[in-house]
């Protein structure tokens, strides 16, 4: 099938599907004319990199995954489980930035209700602005 047809059958855009291929995650072959071509199983690649992506993982994390796909061994699933887990410590401590972040955020958004409760509202209201100066 051609590259149009992968996007549709993938759900995927074809500028993806050139993407994946300059990173060496995904290959084709090509006509006499240089069209690209690949084969059905190329869509479940395609939505198997598609997963790994929405899972946060980089192209370079994922080009050293595939290996393990490709050609299962105890080398590459060692070599994969390692390259996982380190990606597992990376998103956690991301996860715990964003934690702390979210925190901040909620502090901030304490102080800026108090304020706008205990300063600006009375300044809206004009009971209140003369309950004030009596």
Not at 66 to 73: D, F, G, R, Y
Request: with cysteine.
């Amino acid at each position: 099938m051609r590259i149009g047809e992968l996007a549709q059958r993938a759900g995927v855009s074809v500028r993806s599907l050139r993407y994946y291929e300059e990173q060496g995650l995904l290959h084709s072959t090509r006509s006499a004319s240089g069209q690209r071509h690949y084969t059905d199983e190329e869509i479940e690649r395609v939505l198997f990199i598609q997963r790994l992506y929405a899972a946060g993982l980089s192209s370079r994390t994922i080009a050293a995954l595939l290996p393990c796909v490709e050609s299962p061994s105890e080398e590459n699933s060692d070599a994969a489980l390692d390259r996982m887990a380190e990606e597992r410590d990376r998103l956690s401590a991301h996860i715990e930035d964003l934690v702390q972040t979210r925190d901040a955020l909620d502090a901030l958004m304490v102080t800026a209700r108090a304020y706008r409760d205990e300063v600006l509202a009375p300044r809206k209201r004009p009971e209140l602005r003369a309950a004030a100066s009596a």
